[in-house]
């Protein structure tokens, strides 16, 4: 039955691993041709595979895997799944329900551990009930805003057969909406008589990059987008200006929205990352689209809200806007002031002093060179995460993924493993910082296992820098977040990766070259880049700034005056 109805549902890939609770449905999609069951190393990385597989294909991610000790250790990429809005079926075992025994293996309330972290969670308890459940999971996984939804099979509905009646084939439901004409139009009417209109776009809108592209173009409006939805607005459109606005954004974001009067906010719910810890301050006229109403007013309050799938309303949009007039023209040439202050942004890098280290700009802009179109850059989270935000131009929809307002290290190894599995004809490259690597490393050895050519950057600088970082001024000390130096050559040689080592910007050309070429291959490669943090992001710049100035005179002094003693004292 699960095997009948994953299969329905299209899934092709399961992660996880087995247990004495669910080899029964291992050895079902064992013998499924649609289905191919993947054995990772931890289930946090199956879980972040599945996060990752549901980014990057039209396909939903799911895990399979044993209750208790296999859920909590996927929570972390379910709970990513779950903030981040991306659509998971996690799919357990479970105890015996025919039993009148208790302290059973694995006997814990997994629908209570899951409960903040999931849509849904079902436990069948019929054979009857197993086709149904899933099916129901699917569609509330992916209906709306998408999340994980959880399904337990107990054991004893593996173990022992059951009559039921022939199941149901999966019928796709359409999650077609009405739309709100009265509130599109309006909206259009703002955004026409707008002086400065500025769109902001978040992951949301990564299926609607066409129709985002009409409206900036018609408005003559500049674009800037959330963390998550780097790649929702391709970054070599002249009207692109980066991740945010405001003072923790790129110099061209900040000046393009500098004197926005209007603001379009495509399917962002202005969490923290996206707007530097809240520093942004949109437009009052704040025209915000989104599938869940519950976001519009959370953190900034709208003047006009439309509830709705991204692409349908913009659609609907831009057919508003063109029967208001001509198209708005760039005659306070936006885009040469864009294209300057990029520039301006790259400039600064490259004047900073890297010593023999790898100077991140450089390294980015190699990348860049040498990288396909359609490549899918992974970043896992910390300093790296800004740096590739704000040097690293991703060209095209669903290019770029990295764990965010769940915001869980280890996220990316995994993930550029599945991706790369999921899109074989693509480049995938993980932006991945050492101690993040250091979490999920071993999921590399599921990459040898499957073939699949991905490339490991690993950027190490022998700290957890976005936090030592912001441990530098306020403690004059970095406790715990200095690495012990890991030598990454030996976890290449443990899990059957090729190694390259990039020791300085001289390196970066055929350091780069020789990895892409492994991974053409199918060979994943694993690349030591000895980066250079010595520079601050935009990012940790801003939200430093940001979070001082929002505190109260006495707790401003308090820190300053710590600060101050303990460049004193030492
Ligand atoms: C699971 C988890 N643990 C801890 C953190 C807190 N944290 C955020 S960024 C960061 C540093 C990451 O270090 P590294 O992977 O080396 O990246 P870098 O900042 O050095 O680029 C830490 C510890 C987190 N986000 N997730
Ligand atoms: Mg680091």
Redesign the pocket.
């Known amino acids: 039955m699960v095997r009948y109805a994953l299969e329905q549902i299209g899934v092709k890939y399961t992660f996880g691993i087995p247990g004495v609770h669910n080899t029964e449905i291992y050895d079902e999609l064992n013998k499924s041709e649609l289905i191919r069951p993947i054995l990772v190393t931890h289930e946090a990385g199956a879980a972040f595979m599945a996060e990752a597989l549901s980014r990057t294909s039209d396909n939903i991610g799911t895990i399979l895997i044993v209750p208790a000790a296999g859920v909590t250790h996927a929570a972390?990429g379910i709970g990513e799944a779950f903030l981040d809005g991306i659509p998971m079926l996690v799919i357990s075992g479970g105890i015996r329900t025919d039993s009148d025994k208790t302290y059973q293996l694995h006997e814990v309330d997994q629908h209570a551990l899951l409960a903040p972290i999931t849509k849904k969670t079902y436990k069948v308890e019929t054979h009857e009930q197993i086709v149904p459940a899933i099916f129901e999971a699917f569609k509330i996984a992916t209906e709306g805003e998408p999340g994980p939804v959880f399904v337990e099979v107990p054991v004893n509905l593996q173990l022992f057969p059951g009559e039921i009646p022939e199941p149901e084939p999966h019928v796709r439901e359409s999650q077609e909406t009405e739309l709100d004409h009265a509130a599109i139009q309006h909206a259009a009417e703002k955004l026409y008589a707008a002086d400065k209109p500025g769109l902001f776009v978040g992951w949301g809108a990564v299926d609607a990059s066409e129709e985002t592209i009409r409206i900036a173009e018609f408005l003559n409006a500049p674009v800037a987008t959330t963390l998550q939805g780097l790649s929702a607005f391709p970054a070599n459109h002249p009207l692109h200006t980066g991740m945010s606005f405001g003072k923790a954004s790129v110099p061209a974001s900040e000046n393009a929205f500098k004197h926005c009067d209007c603001m379009l906010a495509v399917a962002t719910r202005f969490a923290e990352i996206a707007t530097g810890s809240y520093g942004v301050k949109p437009p009052q006229e704040l025209i915000h689209i989104d599938i869940n109403k519950n976001v519009f007013n959370a953190n900034y309050p709208a003047t006009v809200t439309i509830e709705g799938d991204s692409r349908a309303v913009l659609k609907a949009l831009y057919k508003a806007l063109v029967a208001l007039g001509d198209p708005k023209n760039d005659k306070g040439s936006l885009k040469s002031a864009i294209k300057k202050d990029k520039a301006a942004y790259y400039d600064e890098w490259f004047k900073h002093d890297s010593k023999d280290r790898v100077n991140p700009a450089r390294f980015f802009v190699e990348l860049r060179k040498q990288l396909d179109d359609d490549a899918i850059v992974v970043a896992?989270?910390?300093?790296?995460?800004f740096?590739t935000a704000e040097l690293m131009p991703i060209h095209s929809a669903r290019g770029f993924i990295s764990?965010t307002d769940f915001?869980?290290?280890?996220y990316a190894t995994p993930a550029v493993t599945a991706a790369k599995l999921v899109n074989p004809d693509k480049q995938v490259v993980g932006i991945?910082?050492?101690?993040?690597?250091?979490?999920t490393c071993m999921e590399t050895l599921t990459a040898s296992s499957l073939e699949t050519g991905g490339v490991y950057f690993i950027?190490?600088?022998?700290?957890?820098?976005?936090?030592?970082?912001a441990q530098e001024i306020p403690y004059n000390r970095k406790t715990c977040?200095v690495?012990h130096e890991a030598k990454f050559r030996g976890v290449a040689e443990a899990t059957g990766c090729e190694f390259i080592s990039i020791e300085g910007d001289a390196a970066c050309e055929e350091g780069i070259q020789k990895a892409l070429a492994f991974a053409a291959q199918n060979k994943p490669v694993i690349v030591d880049v000895k980066?250079d943090?010595s520079k601050r992001t935009r990012f940790t710049k801003g939200i430093v700034k940001t979070n001082l100035e929002r505190f109260t005179i006495g707790n401003k002094a308090r820190f300053v005056g710590r600060a101050l003693l303990r460049k004193v004292t030492g």
Do not use: K, R, V
Request: charged share 15%; net charge negative.
């Open positions: 972390s896992d989270d910390g300093n790296h995460t740096l764990p915001n869980c290290m280890g991945i910082g050492d101690g993040a690597f250091l979490m950027f190490n600088d022998g700290e957890l820098s976005q936090i030592s970082q977040s690495l980066i943090y």
